[in-house]
């Protein structure tokens, strides 16, 4: 009968110092805990017409993996650029450049678009072709002309630095490095990329009074000129519309009477869209110099005096900058009336989402890229 | 001989699939013909080209421009588009189908909603519909070949040019 305890007592911590043993020695990916649900912070005023998707719901680890991504030069065909080189924090992650040179010194067709408040987007580029950040992202990663390495060749070289895997295994339950997971990942973090602390936010919010000019400006923005009535107004709301500043809509905002660019026209292949754009969100335009798909105005002043005097006919010139006969409408503001104008448009700049730590280069502080990385690019 | 053409043959039959997968891309370029897609919440999704409408019963319906000139236009109503169309109309539209809109959407990305039993004559005698004229004339580049015409509304906020899609959806709520 004692023989029987003792037997049971040695298999008892035997078993046991296995199981502690076990657990003290397990590989590391036996530990991993689901990656937490992102939080989205918004003002009610955006409202939440937002584009998001089941397939990639937004997690702390996968924002955070987008985030690294999105600052990776190794992402680039000769490591030279990465997605922040023509989207930078402090433009309002613009370049300040009208066309940006891919990895092989080669320009791009049009600006660099701002990104900010993409959740509320749901057709990127200036001619909207794509659906998604997802969608979207593949085009600058594997363009010839801008960061020139195909997605294969991108997860080949992430495998090859140690410090990705753990944040693989983080964000997406294992350290499998997939072409996927790199564009899911830098879509998620596109997601958060939200600007809402401008002044504008805090007069909109009740906690912040405008100058006297920028009040003028703001009434300006939003009115429609009606000269039998005598109304002054710069009529910039009919497109640039409600908190958000931007309407999901394509307009030709008579640039060029025979435009050079087809624009919408290239995805859809109609007439009517041709010279037609993307309406962009002013937030923060002060930041993201020069203007237009084609960077043609170096300065706010130059865009508004663009609408206000000199609006070129075509065939497809946008109705709302039209008159009932037809004609371009050139409202013809005075000077003051354009200082008040800019003055609004200054109320936009958000100085919270261009120093943010949340999206701003996470290599910058740890020698991660060589100085002498960013002049392998001939200008 | 018999294999030269056997060869001919084979070569015509690779070469004449990819000669059409290209052609469309060739007549983008020269700009394609406008069409009206009724999508959704539908039995037969259509694609309604300018003759289509032609040929369907017409109507006209008079609606003010900007500046409050009253102009008559001529078209097709929404209620015929959507009888083809199989939308749940006049006795079908009751129940669940009463949380049914209509979504438009317009070429240069414009989108105006309508509720089903705002376009349904067992509710309205407003009649709401997708112009192709203008006082007898085709309708102006710009807001045509196809616009919703929405007679006495107060502001001409839902009369909206270029229509490309009228889309049938359920409030999912």
């Not at chain 1, 924090?89 to 613009?94: E, G, I, L, P, R």
């Not at chain 1, 900010?116 to 990663?141: I, K, M, Y």
């Not at chain 1, 070289?157 to 997939?178: C, E, V």
């Not at chain 2, 009751?94 to 949380?99: K, V």
Request: overall charge positive; some cysteine.
């Amino acid at each position: 009968m004692k023989r029987h305890y003792r037997r049971y007592g040695i298999v008892l911590a035997t078993g046991t110092a296995v199981i502690f043993l076990a657990a003290a020695f397990r590989p590391p990916h036996a530990a991993r805990r689901n990656p937490t649900p992102y939080t989205l912070s918004y003002p009610a005023y955006f409202g939440n017409r937002i584009n998001t998707t089941d397939d990639n719901p937004l997690t702390n680890e996968g924002v955070s993996l987008g985030r690294h991504l999105f600052y990776e030069k190794r992402l680039s065909a000769n490591n030279s650029i990465s997605c922040g080189s023509c989207h930078q924090q402090a433009h309002a992650f613009t370049d300040g450049r009208a066309f940006s040179p891919g990895f092989d010194g080669v320009f791009t067709k049009r600006s660099a678009m701002s990104l900010c408040n993409l959740l509320w987007v749901r057709h990127f580029f200036w001619d909207g072709r794509a659906a998604s950040p997802e969608e979207q992202v593949v085009t600058p990663l594997t363009d010839a002309h801008e960061m020139g390495q195909s997605l294969d060749s991108s997860a080949r070289k992430l495998r090859a630095i140690h410090s990705y895997a753990p944040l693989f295994t983080a964000a997406f339950g294992s350290d499998s490095i997939t072409p996927d997971r790199i564009v899911r990942a830098i879509a998620q973090f596109e997601r958060t990329l939200i600007s809402a602390q401008s002044p504008y936010d805090r007069y909109i919010r009740g906690e912040y009074q405008p100058t006297v000019t920028e009040q003028r400006g703001l009434v300006l923005f939003y009115t429609n000129p009606d000269r039998n009535r005598g109304i002054r107004g710069a009529g910039c709301g009919n497109c640039h519309s409600g908190p958000k500043v931007f309407n999901e809509t394509y307009h030709n905002n008579g640039l060029d009477s025979i435009p050079t660019d087809p624009g919408r026209a290239d995805v859809t292949g109609m007439d009517y869209d041709r010279g037609r754009f993307r309406v962009v969100t002013l937030r923060n335009i002060a930041l993201t110099a020069p203007y237009m798909h084609d960077g043609r105005f170096a300065t706010l002043q130059a865009v508004i005096d663009h609408y206000s005097d000199h609006i070129l006919p075509s065939l497809t010139l946008s109705p709302s900058l039209k008159d009932t006969a037809n004609r371009p409408v050139n409202v013809q503001l005075t000077p003051e009336e354009k200082a008040d104008l800019l003055a609004f448009l200054r109320m936009l700049t958000d100085s919270s989402f261009i120093t943010d730590p949340r999206f701003s280069d996470p290599f910058a502080d740890a020698g991660h890229h060589t100085k002498t990385d960013h002049h392998i690019i001939s200008e | 001989m018999k294999r030269r053409f056997f060869v001919l043959v084979a070569i015509f039959c690779l070469v004449l699939p990819s000669a059409w997968a290209q052609a469309p891309q060739t007549a983008s370029t020269g700009g394609q013909p406008a069409v009206v897609k009724v999508t959704g919440e539908v039995l037969t999704p259509l694609t309604l080209t300018a003759t289509d409408l032609a040929a369907m019963p017409r109507t006209t319906a008079v609606a003010k421009d900007k500046q409050g000139v009253p102009h008559t236009f001529s078209g097709v109503a929404l209620s015929e588009i959507f009888n083809k169309a199989g939308v749940t109309t006049g006795r079908q539209l009751r129940g669940e189908n009463l949380a049914k809109y209509l979504l438009v959407t317009c070429a240069d990305g414009y989108q105006v909603v309508f509720s089903l039993a705002e376009l349904d004559s067992s509710f309205t005698d407003r009649v709401v519909i997708l112009a192709d004229q203008i006082e007898g004339r085709p309708l102006p580049a710009g807001t045509g070949p196809f616009r919703i015409v929405v007679p006495g509304e107060k502001k001409p906020a839902r009369n909206c040019f270029q229509v490309t899609t009228l889309a049938i959806r359920f409030a999912k709520e």
